[in-house]
């Protein structure tokens, strides 16, 4: 089961970080990555770690402003978000896969419910 928490609202240049409860998922080593999604658009990959050897990916519209990690006593895997822009507002879901490595290709195959971010101008 997946579950993310953390959304909210939060003026442009703020910071945000989003959790993904992941039970079992971090402990069995998963890839997990943080998808965003808009109203009439697919969820698109944005950040990406793979558990089993701790290599990242993140998208070029989010590299140097965001870092994913995991605490894998909590089986948690969180996504702090700073310098938020309005364009990054959207619904952002958590994915898990195994064995699937890391990148723009990543598609997980379990989700959680998603938790919107609203940032404001």
């Known amino acids: 089961q997946l579950v993310e928490s953390g959304g909210g609202l939060v003026q442009a240049g703020g910071s945000l970080r989003l959790a993904c409860a992941a039970s079992g998922f971090v402990s069995d080593a998963y890839s997990i990555g943080w998808f965003q999604q808009v109203p009439g658009k697919g969820r698109v990959g944005v950040s990406c770690?793979?558990?089993?050897?701790?290599?990242?990916w993140y998208s070029d519209s989010v590299k140097g402003r965001w870092t994913i990690s995991s605490d894998r006593a909590k089986d948690t895997v969180y996504l702090q978000m700073n310098s938020l822009k309005p364009d990054d507002t959207a619904v952002y879901y958590c994915?898990?896969?195994?064995?699937?490595?890391?990148?723009?290709?990543?598609?997980?195959?379990?989700w959680g419910q998603g938790t919107q971010v609203t940032v404001s101008s």
């Open positions: 770690l793979d558990l089993r050897d701790d290599s990242i």
């Open positions: 994915g898990a896969e195994y064995g699937d490595p890391c990148g723009a290709n990543f598609i997980g195959h379990y």
